[in-house]
T-cell receptor, first 116, second 112 residues
Framework: DADVTQTPRNRITKTGKRIMLECSQT?????MYWYRQDPGLGLRLIYY???????NKGEISDGYSVSRQAQAKFSLSLESAIPNQTALYFC???????????????FGPGTRLTVL | KNQVEQSPQSLIILEGKNCTLQ??????????LRWYKQDTGRGPVSLTI?????NTKSNGRYTATLDADTKQSSLHITASQLSDSASYIC???????????FGTGTRLQVTL
């Protein structure tokens, strides 16, 4: 079974619709992240959470919100989707303070979102 | 501005050949550097991690080098296989806040 799962894997929606992307992990990690990937650009951080009560904005948080429902679950919402939010979205997890492998992030399979 | 630049953008090589991918970064303060492999339609997977004091790190047919003075890293792939076809992403990690700066990747295609 995959350690980091994302649902849905693909989604097509219309401008103005509310969309939620979900991420679950069985790795027991405390840190979770949401990124988007666009052609020709590196992955960019949207939001991150170091534990259930900790939520932080990344470099491109406008138009997005998140919820950390439990240590294992981190969801990303687009309140009113717009076409330039069409992208590949990745969830990632990491564990605090693992010596020798600090900051290694484990990525989910991605969600391809298209906003028409 | 913290940046990670990779070259070439794309590369096509014959199976069995070697290749080297480059990464230059301006990220500061430097904590460590990772190379990730991203297969089409999949999430990135870590290949190697290098800290400031490490010059070379190998993982099978993959060998990464780091020159912290010139802020350059390379990923050398030996005896390429069709399964090496993927994007290779250089990621530089800063400080203690787990801030990652991603390069745009090199898309490698290995052909027969």
């Amino acid at each position: 079974d995959a350690d980091v799962t994302q649902t849905p894997r693909n989604r097509i929606t219309k401008t103005g619709k509310r969309i939620m992307l979900e991420c679950s992990q069985t790795k027991g990690h405390d840190r979770m992240y949401w990124y988007r990937q666009d052609p020709g650009l590196g992955l960019r951080l949207i939001y991150y959470s170091f534990d259930v009560k900790d939520i932080n904005k990344g470099e491109i948080s406008d138009g997005y919100s998140v919820s950390r429902q439990a240590q294992a679950k981190f969801s990303l919402s687009l309140e009113s989707a717009i076409p330039n939010q069409t992208a590949l979205y990745f969830c990632a997890t990491s564990k605090t303070g693992v010596k020798g492998k600090n900051n290694e992030q484990f990525f989910g399979p991605g969600t391809r979102l298209t906003v028409l | 501005k913290n940046q990670v630049e990779q070259s070439p953008q794309s590369l096509i090589i014959l199976e069995g050949k070697n290749c080297t991918l480059q990464c230059n970064y301006t990220v500061s303060p430097f904590s460590n550097l990772r190379w990730y492999k991203q297969d089409t339609g999949r999430g990135p997977v870590s290949l190697t991690i290098m800290t400031f004091s490490e010059n070379t790190k190998s993982n099978g047919r993959y060998t990464a080098t780091l020159d912290a003075d010139t802020k350059q890293s390379s990923l050398h792939i030996t005896a390429s296989q069709l399964s090496d076809s993927a994007s290779y992403i250089c990621v530089v990690i800063t400080g203690t806040a787990s801030k990652l700066t991603f390069g745009t990747g090199t898309r490698l295609q290995v052909t027969l």
